[in-house]
T-cell receptor
Framework: GQNIDQPTEMTATEGAIVQINCTYQ??????LFWYQQHAGEAPTFLSYNVLDGLEEKGRFSSFLSRSKGYSYLLLKELQMKDSASYLCAVLNAGNNRKLIWGLGTSLAVNP | DVKVTQSSRYLVKRTGEKVFLECVQDMDHENMFWYRQDPGLGLRLIYF???????EKGDIPEGYSVSREKKERFSLILESASTNQTSMYLC???????????FGDGTRLSIL
């Protein structure tokens, strides 16, 4: 079967660093996306990884290990506005259009 | 910037009504998607379309149909609305493989 696992909830403190993990088992792999979704709003694109390694984009970085079926999103210098749900999604090599979505990780940033 | 526009942010309908949700994108994207999102269940794909007049069922197509007569517009139809179709509906479009999907603001639909 196809499966994506993320922690349901995480809590962190303003100014700190948090790592959100995502593990996947899919029949094929053509890249992994991270999205941010604030309550009541639509998901917005954060990052895309298709090769192993770390991609840095400002305060946000995303890491991929294809051999381990593992990715993480690293958020540095946390701000209150980072309180949101973070969704991991895999692009299956068998179909280049559909994404397989995780259920999301709800991050609460406390002062 | 890609713009995906959904016709309504909030909609209230009655059981048994036929409901139309409209989505328009302005980036000439070939691929468009309809999802519903419910607490604890994440994003679930209802239907998608990879070209005009082409459609494929997603994971939960029962009770829904779609229409794609023009490239920029993708409509979701609830043939006979039921209370279990109360949900947040999200439309997305994407230009090609390995590109991110871009979402509309969503329609929060309540069926009474």
């Amino acid at each position: 079967g196809q499966n994506i696992d993320q922690p349901t909830e995480m809590t962190a403190t303003e100014g700190a660093i948090v790592q959100i993990n995502c593990t996947y088992q899919t029949s094929g792999f053509n890249g992994l996306f991270w999205y941010q979704q604030h309550a009541g709003e639509a998901p917005t694109f954060l990052s895309y990884n298709v090769l192993d390694g770390l991609e840095e984009k400002g305060r946000f970085s995303s890491f991929l290990s294809r051999s381990k079926g593992y990715s993480y999103l690293l958020l540095k210098e946390l701000q209150m506005k980072d309180s949101a749900s973070y969704l991991c999604a895999v692009l299956n090599a068998g179909n280049n259009r559909k994404l397989i979505w995780g259920l999301g990780t709800s991050l609460a940033v406390n002062p | 910037d890609v713009k995906v526009t959904q016709s309504s942010r909030y909609l209230v309908k009655r059981t048994g009504e036929k409901v139309f949700l409209e989505c328009v994108q302005d980036m000439d994207h070939e691929n468009m998607f309809w999802y519903r999102q419910d607490p604890g269940l994440g994003l679930r794909l209802i239907y998608f379309s990879y070209d005009v007049k082409m459609k494929e069922k997603g994971d939960i197509p029962e009770g829904y149909s779609v229409s794609r007569e023009k490239k920029e517009r993708f409509s979701l139809i609830l043939e006979s609305a039921s209370t279990n179709q109360t949900s947040m509906y999200l439309c997305a479009s994407v230009g090609g493989a390995r590109q991110p999907q871009h979402f509309g603001d969503g329609t929060r639909l309540s069926i009474l």
